[in-house]
């Protein structure tokens, strides 16, 4: 057994992880060892859609399962259980977004893109990723080495794809009151793109969540603050489902 793996219900559902932006499955490489029932899901291809991935996603998934998303992964999240509720027993949302575009959005993601088109993706990489996570450590080649080999291997094409995604989202925060299973919601303190304030708003749009902050940690939670979020993880896997209970006749 890993030294950081969780004891499980063996009958629990797959916990299904969704990266986001220029990111895959090494995003939860803290996940993955701590918990049995952790899986990736679906790769997104080269989808310049959230609904696109999130049939991808439910294309390649099993029956029912407990549903995490990170950043633009939260996104895809929230479009599979648009589609497909009855499958998800539980969701988490990790340092992500239920607004539409702001004003500012498109310019900024194009100039990334056009920046990747003239200089090449290292130097996209390397204009993007050291915000993306808390301020010391931006300066550790441990943290950022592997980060940095994941975005560059993401490629011009899937970060092309993956913003027009973005920037065509569709309207979500109408969804969030129907949302019935638990739902995880988490950030780090120190993420300046997806912060508290915006987690705190989210989770009061939803009947049933439970808001965890994890302290120094940037937008890259799973990587920065893989303990304290493993840590509201397992308690989010084993946290109630009244609808669950519901469904199966229990009550």
Known sequence: MHANEFHEDPTAEPLLLLPGLMSDS??????????????????YGLEHDLGAMAERVIDAAPARFALLGHSMGGRVALEVIR???????????????????????????????????????????????????APERARDPHVMAPLRAMCLDAGMARFEAQITALLARPEVESLLPRIACPVLVATGSADVW??????????????DSHLVVVQGAGHMVPVEGPDALNAAIAAWLVSPNPTLILSQGEI
């Not at 992500?96 to 290292?122: F, I, S, Y």
């Not at 997806?194 to 009947?207: D, F, K, T």
């Open 26 to 43: 090494r995003i939860f490489a803290a996940q993955l060892a701590a918990f049995p029932s952790a899986v990736a899901a679906a790769d």
């Open 83 to 133: 589609r497909v509720p009855d499958r998800v027993t539980r969701l988490a949302l990790l340092s992500t977004g239920v607004h539409l575009p702001t004003p500012g959005e498109a310019p900024k993601r194009h100039a990334l893109r056009d920046l990747g088109r003239t200089k090449g993706m290292a130097a996209l990489v390397d204009a993007w990723l050291p915000p993306m996570v």
């Open 194 to 207: 997806s912060p508290p304030a915006q987690h705190e708003a989210i989770a009061a749009l939803l009947p």
